[in-house]
């Protein structure tokens, strides 16, 4: 369940549900300093997952040396030995890193950066010749 927030995530949840294999349920909440928290889910078995793991991860997480996003990307888990392992009840969390960067320039930044439009599954095709 959802806690309450002060930033509207709905920006970044609209976009997020475009991209391939990210599933309809996404949580959100807010840590008492104002940073904002967006937990999701990515079908392991859509064959672009791989791709989009890679791609939120570049962004989210190491986009530039010098001017990093203020925000982190990483899969959470339960302890493999509990409720089916971690392929079952594997999830990724967005978290961001300053208060004043919100979901929507999130949002944005993944818009200016990821394949587009994000819901065209042949954008994300790499060209390997």
């Avoid at 807010?30 to 991860?57: F, S």
């Avoid at 409720?83 to 993944?110: H, M, Y």
Wanted: proline fraction near 10%.
């Amino acid at each position: 369940m959802s806690t309450p927030t002060a930033h509207d995530v709905s920006p970044l949840v609209e976009y997020l549900r475009r991209v391939p294999g990210i599933g309809h349920t996404i949580g959100s909440g807010e840590h008492g300093d104002g940073l904002w928290w967006l937990k999701l889910k990515i079908d392991l078995a859509h064959p672009l997952a791989w791709r989009v793991v890679q791609e939120l991860g570049y962004v989210l997480n190491y986009l530039s040396l010098e001017e990093r996003l203020p925000t982190a990307f990483m899969p959470v888990s339960p302890p493999p030995y509990m409720n089916g392992g971690p392929r079952t009840f594997l999830s990724w969390v967005i978290e961001s890193k300053a208060s004043d960067f919100t979901p929507a320039r999130c949002a944005e930044w993944l818009e200016g950066r990821l394949p587009r439009p994000v819901d065209n599954l042949s954008q994300w095709e790499l060209d390997e010749a």
